[in-house]
């Protein structure tokens, strides 16, 4: 069965949302930063058990004018990732509102939570610690990443979209 | 080895929403290497937050430039006191001073968004009555969308006119020599020129896409797709669509939208849970209207439960495609009488002498039929304008053969119905097809009159921002100086800057001067400034017909209050107005 799905990335300026999609659907990272204007689109094929899902994944600007058209953006979307800097715990605490931005648009619409840059840390991580300290809601998978090895960011996706297809 | 420049980063750099960035190519006047490098490092020290180790080599590779190129750029901006760059060990220190200014563009987008709010009543008044928002609407309001949007909007748009454009080139066809000589003539390929020629416009492509999520439900495009993804610019559309609804607050469900670009246009029709987006290359009539209305619902009505329950199931959606397909080949192929008619004519030509007869007897044949119908067309519009109030229709007629067809819109079906009973009933006329649509003229023209009202209210607006800013600013001259020096150039330049966002403000320059000296001496060095001003002002490009050169008077200048501050100075100030203040 071919499936298609909108999936929405959310998360503060320069969390990692378009480095994550890139590594992910490119499998490249650049150090370098470019604003996301708007919104920007890229698609995704996954297999499942069997099924090809095609993820239609809509990239949000951060902290500009856009955040006040945001919620248009967000409709109907089949799942969302929620994305944190590791380095700046200003982006993690910012992730519940986006969470309860999404869940109005998308009444139980499934979400994932994103730590990003562990490779900017110099030690480990208790990531449900982090989950707590950041006030996010528990019940949603909690995956630490780094765009910059590559390490977990397929799991991210694999696991959205096992929640969205309910397996 | 060295590589060319990257021109793709650069526009990536002027389509960035990096006020900063731009504001510094513009304050330093910075060549495009220049300012692919400051944006370079701008991103890499996190927005000119942090300070970077790195060296030129990486720097070079960075902005695609030659190791000695890379040097060059980082000393010019280094010298141009935008950074500080000096050298530890084998590496470079970088660090970007801090911005004490406010920039330009903040003040615009602040600007822009006052101008917003005085309309935004207005807008949802007119939006809270009853109109019909046809393309007209869209037409109107776009222009009040910030750049930003309309940016986004040709971004996406652009590759997609780019792959119609390709597509167009292919389709040359080897028979149609006559419209290959045309076409070598005008550049545009043989075969779409004839289809261009024998039908009035053509559906290039035919989107069906999810209301909610953007994804593609069907498509159907006239030749095979090329290398755009049709997901994505599905998913713009979507974006761009959302956005001008969010921004309008439209609440209308059945809203009809159009996006013009380049030589095609977007034409949109919504449904409750799908929107059908037309890709239409040249003239659609009015009919065409009707026909997308029709297709759209009726892909609605057949297609209900399905596109309800839809949850990304592609294979379910099966039952949409063969419709889309039709719709798409309806209207992108020659009708088939006219290809017959094509080969007929060829057999006749084998025929020989019989034919020369038979084809002085169709041209006089139809130089009677061109007469007949001219004849019988300036009869029914005489035959109408005696029957029916002029300002109740807006039709064409169109005359063949005795059968008059009739497009355009009138205010009601009894106009309509009145309408074609006075076609019929002309003499001479052996048919009527009546296509006249039944459309709210008054309306559509009190709307019309609303938007423009609103226009002019923004443009009172921005006029009197334009005024508070310019009244600021006094370019002073030293004694017995006419020319423009550095200092005068810059405000010259500030007074550049601010008026170039309102195209339609005239400037009155007016002049003043100190006590001392004579009269005449005065007058003539004012005039002389005045002039210069005037100069600088056009040399940047405000078209000379804008900047009024004011005669110097004393007497005026003292019962300004404006200048009455600067009565003891000399120096120049501008006034901005409307055209028809004079
Ligand atoms: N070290 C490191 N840097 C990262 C990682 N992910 C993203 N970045 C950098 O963080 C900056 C912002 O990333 P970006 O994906 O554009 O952020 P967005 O605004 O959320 O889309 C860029 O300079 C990236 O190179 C990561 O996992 N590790
Ligand atoms: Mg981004």
Redesign the interface.
């Given at each position: 069965?071919?499936?298609?799905?909108?999936i929405c990335l959310l998360g503060d300026f320069?969390v990692g949302k378009t480095s994550l999609i890139r590594r992910f659907v490119y499998n490249e990272f650049s150090?370098?930063?470019?604003?996301t204007?708007?919104?920007h689109?890229?698609?995704k094929e996954i297999l499942l058990g069997g099924d090809r899902l095609?993820l239609?994944i809509?990239d949000l600007?951060g902290n500009?004018?856009f955040q006040?058209?945001a919620?248009?953006?967000l409709?109907?979307?089949?799942g969302a990732i929620f994305v944190g800097d590791l380095s700046r715990s200003e982006t993690m605490s910012g992730i519940p509102s986006q969470m309860r931005m999404f869940e109005e648009s998308n009444p139980g619409s499934p979400g994932v939570i994103v730590f990003n840059k562990t490779d900017l840390l110099p030690g480990p991580v208790n990531p449900m610690q982090t989950s707590r300290e950041a006030g996010i809601p528990e019940g949603a998978p909690v995956f630490l990443t780094s765009c910059k090895t590559g390490e977990n960011v397929g799991s991210v996706f694999d696991s959205l979209a096992g929640l969205i297809l309910g397996r | 080895m060295r590589k060319e420049i990257d021109i793709r980063a650069l526009k990536r750099i002027d389509e960035l929403d990096n006020p900063y960035l731009r504001h510094f190519v513009r304050r330093h006047n910075l060549d495009d290497r220049e300012a692919l490098a400051l944006g370079v490092l701008m991103e890499q020290t996190d927005h000119m937050r942090l300070a970077i180790r790195t060296s030129y080599s990486m720097i070079a590779r960075d902005v695609g430039v030659s190791t000695s190129e890379a040097y060059r750029l980082v000393q010019a901006l280094h010298r141009r006191r935008i950074l500080e760059s000096r050298t530890d060990g084998e590496l470079i220190r970088i660090a970007f001073y801090p911005i004490k200014e406010t920039v330009d563009e903040i003040r615009l987008a602040y600007k822009n968004a006052r101008r917003l709010d005085v309309v935004e009543g207005d807008l949802r008044t007119i939006k809270g009555r009853d109109y019909l928002p046809r393309a007209d609407l869209f037409d109107d309001i776009y222009p009040l969308m910030g750049s930003l949007i309309a940016r986004k909007m040709s971004e996406a748009l652009r590759s997609l006119a780019h792959y119609i454009d390709k597509r167009l080139e292919a389709a040359t066809s080897l028979r149609l020599w006559r419209y290959r000589v045309r076409s070598r003539i005008s550049g545009v390929p043989a075969g779409e020129l004839m289809l261009r020629d024998t039908l009035p416009f053509i559906v290039e492509e035919l989107f069906i896409i999810e209301k909610k999520s953007g994804i593609l439900m069907a498509h159907h495009s006239r030749k095979a797709e090329g290398e755009v993804d049709r997901d994505l610019v599905s998913g713009m559309l979507t974006a761009i669509r959302d956005f001008v609804k969010t921004s309008f607050k439209k609440k209308r469900e059945d809203e009809v939208d159009e996006i013009a670009y380049g030589e095609a246009r977007i034409l949109i029709r919504a449904e409750p849970y799908f929107y059908a987006a037309f890709v239409v290359t040249g003239n659609p009539d009015i009919e065409f209207n009707l026909e997308m209305d029709r297709f759209a619902l009726e892909l609605h009505r057949a297609n209900r439960s399905l596109v309800r329950s839809f949850n990304g199931d592609m294979d379910s959606l099966e039952p949409l495609r063969a419709p889309v397909r039709g719709f798409v080949e309806r209207f992108s192929t020659l009708p088939s009488e006219e290809r017959e008619g094509g080969a007929s004519l060829r057999s006749l030509k084998r025929a020989g002498a019989v034919v020369a007869v038979l084809l002085i007897c169709l041209l006089g044949l139809a130089i009677y039929h061109s007469w007949n119908d001219a004849r019988i067309r300036k009869l029914t519009i005489a035959r109408l304008a005696g029957t029916l109030p002029v300002h109740m229709y807006d039709v064409e007629l169109k005359v063949g053969r005795g059968v008059v067809t009739a497009t355009g819109m009138a205010s009601s079906e009894d106009i309509v119905r009145r309408l074609g009973d006075a076609l019929a009933s002309t003499p001479g006329v052996k048919g009527v097809d009546n296509r006249v649509l039944v459309v709210d003229i008054e309306r559509i023209s009190r709307f019309r009159g609303e938007m423009e009202t609103i226009r002019k209210r923004m443009d009172a607006v921005l006029l009197a921002q334009t005024r508070e800013e310019l009244e600021k600013i006094v370019i002073r001259f030293p004694i017995n100086v006419a020319e423009l020096g550095k200092e005068q150039d810059f405000l010259v330049k500030r007074i550049y800057e601010i008026i170039r966002h309102h195209p339609a403000a005239h400037l009155d320059v007016v002049a003043f001067a100190d006590k001392t000296g004579s009269f005449e001496i005065n007058k003539s060095l004012a005039e002389r400034r005045v002039a210069a001003v005037r100069a600088g002002l056009i040399a940047r490009g405000i078209e000379p017909s804008r900047v009024h050169p004011f005669p110097f008077d004393p007497a005026l200048i003292e019962s300004d209050p404006r200048m009455a501050a600067h009565l003891d100075e000399r120096g120049i100030m501008i006034f901005a107005r409307m055209a028809e203040e004079e």
């Open positions: 069965m071919l499936i298609q799905k909108k320069a150090e370098s930063y470019l604003t204007i708007g919104v689109i890229t698609k095609v239609i809509w600007a500009d004018g006040k058209t919620a248009s953006y409709a109907g979307a089949a | -």
